[in-house]
C-alpha cells in the first residue's frame, strides 16, 4: 500500500458534515452499530490494557451493535442488542471529542468529531509512533482492500480530497480482521451481566456515555482472554475500577474540546493564532505527545 496522509485524517475524523454524500458510514455490514461514532478503531484486548495501564482508561468507549439474523439477543432499554447467549456482544475503541479540525484537503477549520490522539494543528496521530499505536490504524486500510469494501482514502478521493491511495497492494503481513473468525476474547467481548446495563442504550446513543459506563466495558474487555467469551471477574472488576479513576490529559482534553465546542461542522470562530494556542493549551501543554509536521 502507499497512501499520501498529508492533510487528510479522513479515517481519523468524522468529515459527514463536509461531505455526506462522499463519506461512508459505520451503520453497513451485518450488525450495524448501536451508537453513531464514524469510523471506529476497534482495539485488541492487549491494546486496551496497554492504554489502562498507562493511565488512559479515560479514553476508551464501547460499541454494542444490533443483531444479524440468527444472532442471540438480549434486551437492554428495550431495544434488542447482539449477544452470544444472554451476553451482549461489544468491541472497544477510541472516543472522538470535537476539535477544530480542516481534513481531508480542506483549508476551513471546523468542530469535527475526532479522534482523542489526533493534533488539530497538523493533522498527526500523536501516538504513531509509541507502543499505544493500534493495530488498526497502523494497517489501515489493508483489511478493507481485502475485503472488496470501499476505503477511506478513497471516498476522501471522492469528495474531492486530493489523490489519496496510491498503491493498493495488500502487504503479506497483514493481521487477521478484527470482527472475523478470531475475534472473540480479541477484539469481540461479551458483557456478562446485562442487568448491570439499565440506561446504557440510551446513552450510548446520545453520546451521554459516562465514566462508570465506559469502565464497564473496559473492564470486561480486559477481563477476557484471547479465543473465549468468558470473563474472569477479579480482572475485569480491577481493571473497571482504574478505567473509571483515570484522571489522564487525554481525557482532560476531551471535556474541554466538548465544553469549548459549537455545533457538528460549524466553522471555528478563532483566528489561526488563537485556535493554535487553544490546541497547545488544551493538548500540548496538558501532556500530549507532540507530532512533527509534514515538512
Ligand atoms: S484516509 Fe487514507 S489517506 Fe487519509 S489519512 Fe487515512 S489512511 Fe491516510
Ligand atoms: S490513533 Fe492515531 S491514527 Fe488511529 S484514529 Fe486516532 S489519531 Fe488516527
Request: hydrophobic share 35%.
Amino acid at each position: 500500500m502507499e497512501l499520501r496522509c498529508e492533510g487528510c485524517a479522513g479515517c481519523c475524523v468524522d468529515w459527514r458534515p463536509l461531505a455526506p454524500d462522499a463519506a461512508g458510514t459505520d451503520r453497513t455490514g451485518s450488525r450495524p452499530p448501536i451508537d453513531d461514532a464514524y469510523d471506529l478503531v476497534p482495539l485488541t484486548r492487549d491494546e486496551i490494557a496497554r492504554f489502562l495501564d498507562d493511565g488512559l482508561g479515560d479514553v476508551l468507549v464501547p460499541r454494542l451493535f444490533e443483531p444479524a439474523d440468527g444472532d442471540d439477543t438480549v434486551r437492554i432499554d428495550a431495544v434488542e442488542v447482539a449477544a452470544a447467549g444472554d451476553r451482549p456482544i461489544f468491541a472497544v475503541g477510541l472516543r472522538k471529542p470535537p476539535k477544530p479540525v480542516a481534513p481531508i484537503g480542506t483549508d476551513e477549520h471546523r468542530w469535527l468529531d475526532a479522534c482523542v490522539f489526533l493534533d488539530p494543528t497538523t493533522l498527526q496521530c500523536r501516538i504513531h509512533d509509541d507502543d499505544l499505536y493500534p493495530q488498526t490504524c497502523s494497517t489501515y486500510p489493508a483489511h478493507s482492500l481485502e475485503l472488496g469494501a470501499e476505503t477511506e482514502c478513497e471516498r476522501v478521493e471522492a469528495a474531492d480530497g486530493g489523490d489519496r491511495l496510491l498503491d493498493d497492494a495488500v502487504p503479506d503481513d497483514t493481521p487477521p480482521l478484527p470482527f472475523g473468525p478470531r475475534a472473540a476474547g480479541a477484539t469481540v467481548f461479551a458483557y456478562p451481566d446485562p442487568d448491570d446495563l439499565d440506561g446504557v442504550i440510551d446513552r450510548l446513543r446520545g453520546a451521554r456515555l459516562t465514566a462508570e459506563d465506559r469502565a464497564r466495558f473496559v473492564g470486561a474487555a480486559v477481563g477476557s482472554s484471547p479465543g473465549s467469551l468468558s470473563v474472569a471477574p477479579d480482572r475485569m472488576a480491577e481493571a473497571r475500577d482504574r478505567a473509571r479513576d483515570a484522571d489522564s490529559w487525554a481525557g482532560r482534553a476531551i471535556r474541554a474540546w466538548n465544553e469549548r465546542a459549537a455545533g457538528d461542522g460549524d466553522r471555528v470562530a478563532l483566528d489561526p493564532e488563537d485556535r493554535v494556542r487553544l490546541v497547545r493549551e488544551l493538548e500540548d501543554d496538558a501532556g500530549a505527545p507532540g507530532t512533527p509536521g509534514w515538512e
